[in-house]
């Protein structure tokens, strides 16, 4: 993807220091479904597995600090909070249907769907820095058995490596992606979504962001280089139908607010205008 293409792309800062409000010295609040998942899936044993995750997080904060490797949030396990995750994960299993993460980082979320018993042959993972990767290898010690695929490529970029998933992907995951983007851009990212997708009804978007309940709209990146884009239920249905408008194509659109990410929890007296009145957009968008 590109270099926004995730919420730890929100805020990135031009050296590694460790002198960052979003770098956390330890692993206090890993969840017992990422717990598990070390444990399990990749044999870690009980007592290593949080300076384990601590040891990859600093690798990946020497690659580049995004907030989320920083906060940990690269070993957070959202998908499976959809309610769609059971459907998705039978028409991975089952179907033998194809997925691609949007954002991957590390592949956490993919190497979620694998334990739960998704043919790891049929999942892609794209995002900007395939150095991540081999990190995502090492956290979970997998790299002899895991056969997903990983892509890099700009979703703004035509010539990608993404072109080889045109019309061939069943399912779609953007975890805190869109809100990077101004509207326009984020106009563009669905249309390409819409592209990837398998040109049949059922083709199926979910995925979270940040949103808010009260101040949506574009407001401008910390760095005041990026024009931010962030949604309400109703904006983000306005959006797409925009799409369907531009591309021809239906869809069925569902969209709820949660309450914030911990990371924006608690920060309604910021000075970044973006952590202002954050909640958790949750959505899925289906075609039809």
């Known amino acids: 993807m590109t270099g926004k293409d995730s919420f730890c792309r929100t805020v990135a800062f031009s050296?590694?220091?460790?002198?960052?409000?979003f770098y956390k010295p330890t692993l206090d609040n890993l969840s017992k479904e990422a717990r598990d998942l070390l444990e399990n899936y990749s044999g870690i044993e009980p007592d290593r597995v949080v300076p384990h995750?601590?040891?990859?997080?600093?690798?990946?904060?020497?690659?580049?600090?995004?907030?989320?490797?920083?906060?940990?949030?690269?070993?957070g396990l959202n998908l499976r909070t959809s309610p769609l995750y059971p459907t998705i994960l039978s028409r991975l299993k089952d179907d033998k249907q194809t997925f691609l993460d949007l954002g991957c980082c590390l592949g956490t979320e993919i190497r979620k769907l694998v334990a739960d018993g998704a043919p790891s042959e049929n999942l892609y993972g794209t995002d900007l820095r395939s150095e991540f990767w081999d990190l995502g290898y090492a956290l979970f010690r997998d790299k002899a058995s895991f056969k997903a695929q990983f892509l890099t490529g700009d979703v703004f970029d035509p010539a990608s490596e993404l072109g080889k998933l045109d019309g061939k992907v069943d399912v779609l995951h953007a975890g805190l992606?869109?809100?990077?983007?101004?509207?326009?851009?984020?106009?563009?990212?669905?249309?390409?979504?819409?592209?990837?997708?398998?040109?049949?009804?059922?083709?199926?978007?979910?995925?979270?962001?940040?949103?808010?309940?009260?101040?949506?709209?574009?407001?401008?990146?910390?760095?005041?280089?990026?024009?931010?884009?962030?949604?309400?239920?109703?904006?983000?249905?306005?959006?797409?139908?925009?799409?369907?408008?531009?591309?021809?194509?239906?869809?069925?659109?569902?969209?709820?607010?949660?309450?914030?990410?911990?990371?924006?929890?608690?920060?309604?007296?910021?000075?970044?205008?973006?952590?202002?009145?954050?909640?958790?957009?949750?959505?899925?968008?289906?075609?039809?």
């Open 15 to 21: 050296t590694q220091s460790k002198d960052s409000p």
């Open 53 to 75: 995750v601590e040891e990859i997080r600093d690798r990946a904060w020497a690659i580049f600090p995004y907030p989320c490797i920083g906060i940990f949030s690269f070993v």
């Open 177 to 288: 992606f869109f809100h990077l983007f101004s509207y326009e851009q984020q106009i563009e990212v669905a249309k390409r979504t819409v592209k990837l997708m398998r040109p049949v009804e059922g083709s199926l978007l979910v995925g979270w962001q940040v949103g808010s309940s009260s101040d949506t709209g574009a407001l401008r990146s910390e760095d005041g280089k990026k024009i931010l884009y962030r949604h309400d239920e109703e904006s983000w249905a306005g959006l797409w139908r925009e799409v369907s408008e531009q591309t021809g194509v239906k869809f069925v659109v569902e969209a709820w607010m949660e309450d914030p990410p911990r990371v924006l929890a608690g920060n309604e007296d910021s000075d970044e205008a973006w952590l202002k009145d954050s909640r958790r957009l949750k959505f899925s968008v289906r075609r039809v």
